[in-house]
Each structure stands twice: as C-alpha cells, then as structure tokens.
C-alpha cells in the first residue's frame, strides 16, 4: 500500500475538553503523520456543506449545530494506508460499539458527539482535503 493522504477533525466535544494533544498523540502512534493542522470555527453553512451528504438523515440538525458549536481543529494525515488506518484509530461511529483502545472507545460521549471525523475512502479524502486547505498550507 502506498502512501496516502487523509482529512481528520477533532470535533467540538474533544477540543472543548481539552483533548485535541491526547487524540494527536493517538494519531501519531498509529504511526499517522500531521502534515497540515489548523484550528477553525465552521459557520453553518460551512456545516451543511461538508456533510451534505447527510442532508436527509433525521440528524442533520442535531450534527450541524453541533459541529459549529465549538471550535475545530482540522487535519491533514499522510502515512502508509492512511485513511484505513486512520478509521482504525477512530473507532466505530457509535463509542458503545468501538473496539479497545480507539479513539472513539476512549473519548466519544456519544454517537453524535463522537470526537474525531476521518475520510471514509480517496475520493472523499481528496475533496475534503481540499475543501479545508490550500496546498501551501500542506507540509509533507
Ligand atoms: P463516521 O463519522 O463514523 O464516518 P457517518 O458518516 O455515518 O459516521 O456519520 C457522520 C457523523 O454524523 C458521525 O460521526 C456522527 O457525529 C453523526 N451521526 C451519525 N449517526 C448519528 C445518529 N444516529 N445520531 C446522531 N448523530 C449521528
């Protein structure tokens, strides 16, 4: 497997609570390397849009409140099979269901307020890589 890149957030309920260093830490010991990281507060709008893709889910409300809620800090990660291993990490989406030792397993208050995003495959990885970060602002 080569090299690839992967988009990461730590989300509102992780940064309110002080655990963006623990979760990269976490990152980095799965051997994933942060070439680009940036703290930011997304408008609604800028919600909507990265996760338009659940427009019609009954939780769109819910996840886009609480994702403009509390800053963000957003990611670039490169390492070898990055965006599998980098879900890895993460853990299931729900932290009942996450295995030992995941971020998730660890840090999630719940399905919602579950403290990390991570690209699901190379396309969505390229697009929200790109949405976020200039690539100047990415170094390898
Ligand atoms: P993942 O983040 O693991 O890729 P999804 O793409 O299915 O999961 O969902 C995106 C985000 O939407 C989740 O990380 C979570 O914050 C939120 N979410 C998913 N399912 C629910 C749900 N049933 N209730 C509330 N929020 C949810």
């Known amino acids: 497997m080569a090299v690839q890149r992967t988009f990461s957030i730590i989300k509102?309920?992780?940064t309110k609570r002080n655990l963006t260093g623990a979760i990269t830490a976490?990152?980095?010991?799965a051997g994933l390397?942060?070439?680009a990281s940036k703290r930011i507060r997304l408008t609604l709008e800028q919600a909507q849009t990265f996760y338009a893709v659940h427009?019609?889910?009954p939780f769109f409300g819910e996840l886009t409140e609480y994702m403009t809620s509390e800053p963000?800090?957003?990611q670039v990660l490169e390492g070898e099979d990055a965006i599998a291993k980098n879900r890895e990490v993460m853990g299931a989406t729900n932290?009942?269901?996450a295995?030992?030792?995941t971020i998730r397993?660890?840090?999630a208050l719940s399905i919602g307020e579950n403290s990390v995003h991570g690209s699901d495959g190379p396309d969505t990885a390229k697009e929200e890589i790109a949405y976020f970060f200039s690539g100047l602002e990415i170094v390898g």
């Open 12 to 14: 509102p309920d992780a």
């Open 26 to 29: 976490k990152l980095e010991e």
């Open 33 to 35: 390397r942060v070439v």
């Open 55 to 57: 427009k019609d889910r």
């Open 72 to 74: 963000i800090v957003v």
């Open 95 to 97: 932290p009942a269901e």
């Open 99 to 101: 295995a030992e030792g």
């Open 105 to 107: 397993k660890e840090f």
